[in-house]
């Protein structure tokens, strides 16, 4: 079993293709739709790379909060952020807390797949 | 849209009961003294592990909601027991402080199963450092009674501390596994087991030890004075079904389901079969 990845959007139907097309790669992926639960699984999974959108609007809170979570935590966790045009200051301050790499949305699922290769050291 | 998890989590029939026994070992006779009841979240999940799905409820602050779940999955699964054997669930302290409606519906759900409320042995299980004390020892009193007997879980750690102690007045201590572990071989750990027993012995509670790990920890707790035991050496936590099939349960008549020459502490000696040649021993004593 490849690297462990953590998926947060609030967009259903993209979580789902995201967690197949890399799930088909040899990843095991999890996704979370609240925050709780997605702390819940950092504070008990080594996750190689989290997948967060920035704006999560129908779940109640911020990529943001994901990624500082994250960056509490003693691991090594890669952080792919989603991101639509526009929110130059949401980018800046996940760039702050250390954001290894930025994706626009759409997001296509070949170039989310090669990022994660890129950042966990495999082939996509 | 899928249901959040806190929606799957609050339906009992989408959660699981195991069941672990807790012997009794003073003596030269150990049988089994009751059963804890404890939950497994949504099957296939990583919420299905314990540790997983309440650390998530408690981010949630959704203990109670979930205590009632968990409670009537647990009299579903009970109802299925032998009458003889006692149930111990877990209760959060901020469920028994919060809420008062608790122990109405605690009896109306052992009721609603035909589960004598005297069979219960409420397990409080606190993690949030502060708690409606008032609240807690207006639950307690109403459990107790109604027959129900009170232990306190996780005693040492956490907020399972002195003034727990006193203000539950448990019938059971419950020591965790982190103070039990390896205690044959540690005198620290031994000297806190020990000031616990006198403590508990004061308070007129008894003591049992979680999570044990080997023979000689076990051998050792009975020579220590420590009358119940949890263990997976001895059984694991399972499916009724699952226990049924060890024999440890016995049939369904009023025989004692005991196991004579396992743990007492003038026959230590019977910790040198492994589980199996136990609970084969075990079914052949109900047998008989």
Redesign the interface.
Known sequence: MRERILIIDDD?HLMKAYKDYLSRRGYQV?CA??L??A???L???PYAVVITDLRLSKLGFGGLDVVKHIRELPLQTRIIVLTGYGWPELEAEALAHRVDAFIRKPARLTDLAETVGLLTGAEA | ??K???ETVLDPERLSVRFQPIFHIHGAVTQIHSLEALIRGPRGT??E?A??LF??VR??KAETAVDRSCFTAICGAAAHLPARFRINVNVHAATLGQTPGFVDFFRNQAEKHSLALDRFTVEIVEHAPTCNILGLIHSITGLRDSGVRIALDDVGLGQSNYRMMLDCHPEYFKLDAYFVQGLNADSNRRAVVESLLTLAEAMESSVVAEGVESKEDVSRLARMGVEFVQANILCAAMPLEDLRATGLLGGDTAASASVTGIAGPQNVEGFERDRQKLLVSAAKQLSH
């Open positions: 259903e999890d739709q609240e709780e639960e702390q819940t699984l504070d008990h999974f | 849209m899928r959040s998890l806190l990583n919420f592990r540790d997983i650390d998530y981010r949630k």
